[in-house]
């Protein structure tokens, strides 16, 4: 079975700082992408940053970078000059690529303080 | 665009009670979820659709819940009679075939 592993379940961050969120997953599939979604609090789901298994590249959104490691099967998420609208929970998501199933974590609780 | 939608955001229900939530996907979107997630926990998937077929309800509790697609569009998704541990928030997403999810507001569901 497919799982993934989000070893933090709560982080702190002071506002203006960076903070980084692991998460490693266990697939057999080659091609797949991967998500990191942010669910804040009492609010919907939304798509932080998406990343395609066969780019060595990593992805870049504006704060939001990834550090993709294939080999490792892993998958972090850094977040730069942390600000108070980043409080939310955080769920790294690989997509398998037959039938786009994503596999979900338990998700780390971010907290960003003034 | 518009977004996914939901309703009804919130719901309070005696246990043993029926109740559902509708869904209006992304327009064009062929592909919808339904999810459930309980309080700290990541979404579960209920059912996904593929137009109005079903292509994935395995972790789907048959015996009490339903969902329906009619017409490749708005989906709603049925709970009869409902339990105690059925209290989670339902989640709606959609996508097309090469992108990502895209997720609607939810339904707080709390059976007493």
């Known amino acids: 079975a497919q799982t993934v592993t989000q070893s933090q379940p709560e982080m702190s961050v002071q506002e203006a700082e960076t903070v980084t969120l692991s998460c490693t997953y266990d697939t057999s599939e080659n091609n797949y992408y991967l998500f990191w979604y942010k669910q804040p609090p009492s609010r919907q789901m939304i798509l932080v940053i998406r990343?395609?298994?066969?780019k060595q590249q990593n992805a870049t959104e504006n704060r939001f970078s990834v550090n993709f490691q294939k080999a490792a099967k892993s998958f972090s998420l850094k977040i730069s000059d942390s600000q108070l609208g980043d409080t939310a929970m955080y769920f790294c998501a690989p997509r398998r690529p037959f039938n786009r199933k994503l596999i979900w974590g338990l998700g780390t609780s971010l907290a960003v303080n003034p | 665009e518009a977004g996914v939608a939901q309703s009804p955001r919130y719901k309070i229900i005696e246990k043993r009670q029926s109740v559902a939530f509708w869904c209006n996907p992304i327009?064009?979107?062929?592909?919808l979820y339904w999810y459930q997630q309980i309080l700290g926990q990541g979404p579960k998937l209920l059912i996904q659709?593929?137009?109005?077929?079903?292509?994935?309800d395995s972790q789907l509790p048959k015996d009490r819940f339903s969902a329906e697609r009619l017409k490749g569009v708005d989906s709603t998704l049925k709970i009869q009679p409902a339990k105690l541990e059925d209290s989670a928030v339902y989640l709606c997403?959609?996508?097309?075939?090469?992108?990502?999810?895209?997720f609607g507001p939810g339904t707080r569901l709390t059976v007493t």
């Open positions: 997403a959609s996508s097309s075939v090469l992108e990502e999810q895209y």
């Open positions: 327009s064009g979107h062929a592909t």
């Open positions: 990343q395609e298994a066969y």
């Open positions: 659709f593929q137009n109005n077929g079903v292509v994935d």
